[in-house]
């Protein structure tokens, strides 16, 4: 049998369990609901019975793993095996999870930040095949970030690089939930956009968004936002297009810093395509550095949801095949 690692996707939302092949092959995969809001201890039990559940619908004991690899939303300390915070997750503090699964599964465990994940998955198996120079941004509740430089996932001598969504856009912007102000999450992501758009509504001007949540100004969310700016709206088109503004100017400073050959876009928000994209990357030609704006490309994730749990699993079969080479 060829080697298969248990990949989890721990998210604030949903717990993704899958179990992949080397070569992205997923054999199968389960979801759960996370209920983050229950606290460390329960979405714990959770996770583990999230794996317990698809060993026996496979009929797999755990030493049958090649390891298990989990795939975290938040701060990861990657030398100690640690959740250190989670904005997602609360009541997460350095909590020794890679530990805790190694121990009760006895067998090889491992631990990254869910957005480093995705960019794993994306250079692997999605968007990003054959290119060497990347990076991911993930825009949904919130923005994480994944770096790939020279084909390997750069991860910080802690591992918490590539929090990208907390790069200071507006020095007199408003507080993000991390402390610090003009965070790019606090522009762009799926809630903020809501928030603009719930007041705007509020204060009278006129959207077919109105409609859609049956006068409910305080239903709408970004998924409402990105149906009526399809359809033309105009407030709509006007609150994503300020988004992607913000976005844009975060992507010049990563192209001026990095000069990826390649950025590309995932999550719930990048769902809004070229609505958000197109702004965002004339932005990054009218000011990013010539040379580096003109090498670069953005674009779309391939993967979806299956990005952390694919990226995951790759990340533990790179660490199996250096102990074995």
């Not at 915070?85 to 020794?96: R, Y």
């Not at 903020?192 to 509504?201: C, D, H, K, Q, S």
């Amino acid at each position: 049998m060829k080697p298969v690692v248990l990949a989890i996707d721990l998210g604030g939302t949903k717990i993704i369990s899958a179990l992949i092949l080397s070569d992205g092959e997923i054999m199968a995969e389960e979801r759960h609901l996370t209920l983050a809001e229950e606290g460390q201890a329960s979405v714990t039990k959770r996770l583990f019975s999230a794996i317990d559940h698809l060993l026996e619908l496979k009929d797999m004991e755990p030493s049958e793993l090649g390891g298990i690899s989990i795939a975290a939303a938040g701060g990861i300390d990657i030398s100690r095996g640690l959740v250190t915070s989670s904005p997602h997750l609360p009541g997460w503090h350095n909590v020794p999870l890679r530990d805790m699964v190694r121990e009760r599964y006895r067998v090889s465990a491992f631990l990254l930040n869910d957005a480093s994940a995705a960019a794993l998955g994306e250079h692997r198996f999605g968007a990003g095949r054959g290119i060497e120079n990347l990076i991911l941004l993930t825009i949904g509740t919130g923005i994480g970030g994944g770096i790939i430089i020279e084909g390997r996932l750069y991860q910080g001598p802690a591992g918490s690089a590539g929090e990208i969504g907390h790069m200071t856009i507006d020095v007199n912007g408003p507080r993000c939930t991390c402390g610090n102000v003009g965070c790019l999450e606090r522009l762009v992501s799926g809630p903020v956009m809501a928030e603009e758009a719930r007041r705007r509504l509020a204060r009278g001007e006129k959207s077919a968004m109105l409609e859609m949540v049956a006068g409910r100004i305080e239903e709408v969310t970004a998924e409402e936002i990105g149906v009526a700016a399809r359809s033309g709206d105009s407030l709509a088109q006007d609150i994503i297009t300020k988004a992607a503004t913000y976005l844009g100017v975060g992507l010049v400073n990563l192209v001026n810093i990095f000069n990826p050959q390649m950025i590309i876009i995932g999550g719930g928000v990048g769902k809004l395509g070229e609505l958000l994209l197109g702004p965002a990357r004339r932005i990054v030609q009218e000011r990013a550095f010539q040379v580096s704006a003109e090498m670069v490309r953005i674009v779309p994730a391939e993967l979806g949801d299956a990005a952390g749990v694919l990226g995951a699993a790759a990340f533990a079969f790179a660490q199996l095949n250096r102990r074995i080479c």
